[in-house]
T-cell receptor
Framework: GQNIDQPTEMTATEGAIVQINCTYQ??????LFWYQQHAGEAPTFLSY??LDGLEEKGRFSSFLSRSKGYSYLLLKELQMKDSASYLC??????????WGAGTKLIIKP | GAVVSQHPSRVICKSGTSVKIECRSL??????MFWYRQFPKQSLMLMAT?????????EQGVEKDKFLINHASLTLSTLTVTSAHPEDSSFYIC??????????????FGPGTRLTVT
């Protein structure tokens, strides 16, 4: 079957760094997405990885290892506004997104 | 970036009535649109995939006669919740995929519709 695993909740301190891990099992693979979702709002796109390696975009970076079925989202210089849920989604061979349950990130001052 | 609008943003209806939710891609053509439902503190649940000009493909467990989807044009898809019941109360989100550019198959999300059935 197809499955995405990510931690349910994480807590970090303002100004620090946090890494949110995601492992996936899909029928075929066409890339890995990370989305941010604030409470009561729709998800917003953060990153897309289809090749192995690290993609850096400002304070956010995303890493992919296809051989390990593993990705992580790295958030640096955490700000209070980064408190949100972070959704990992893998695209299967039919270009369908398989969604993880999301990781709720709590930032403390 | 690409913009997707959704209307209405909030709707309260009585049990037994029907509600229509519109999803529009404003600055791109979307041959494929997706409808999701999200219950509090849960992840997105794909309900159906809608392709312009053809019947929607529903996920297992989603009643196609209850959740009517119409994708009549490249910029508009509608979801009608028929004979709504309180258990249909949820956050409904649409997304659209831009096939006109890029290889990422990124989905652009609408702002969501909060449905409350009383």
């Amino acid at each position: 079957g197809q499955n995405i695993d990510q931690p349910t909740e994480m807590t970090a301190t303002e100004g620090a760094i946090v890494q949110i891990n995601c492992t996936y099992q899909t029928s075929g693979f066409n890339g890995l997405f990370w989305y941010q979702q604030h409470a009561g709002e729709a998800p917003t796109f953060l990153s897309y990885n289809v090749l192995d390696g690290l993609e850096e975009k400002g304070r956010f970076s995303s890493f992919l290892s296809r051989s390990k079925g593993y990705s992580y989202l790295l958030l640096k210089e955490l700000q209070m506004k980064d408190s949100a849920s972070y959704l990992c989604a893998a695209m299967d061979s039919n270009y369908q997104l398989i969604w993880g349950a999301g990781t709720k990130l709590i930032i403390k001052p | 970036g690409a913009v997707v609008s959704q209307h209405p943003s909030r709707v309260i209806c009585k049990s037994g009535t029907s509600v229509k939710i519109e999803c529009r891609s404003l600055d791109f053509q979307a041959t494929t649109m997706f409808w999701y439902r999200q219950f509090p503190k849960q992840s997105l649940m794909l309900m159906a995939t809608s392709n312009e000009g053809s019947k929607a493909t529903y996920e297992q467990g989603v009643e196609k006669d209850k959740f009517l989807i119409n994708h009549a044009s490249l910029t508009l898809s509608t979801l009608t919740v028929t004979s709504a019941h309180p258990e249909d109360s949820s956050f409904y989100i649409c997304s659209a995929r831009d096939h006109g550019g890029g290889d990422s198959y990124e989905q652009y999300f609408g702002p969501g519709t909060r449905l409350t059935v009383t």
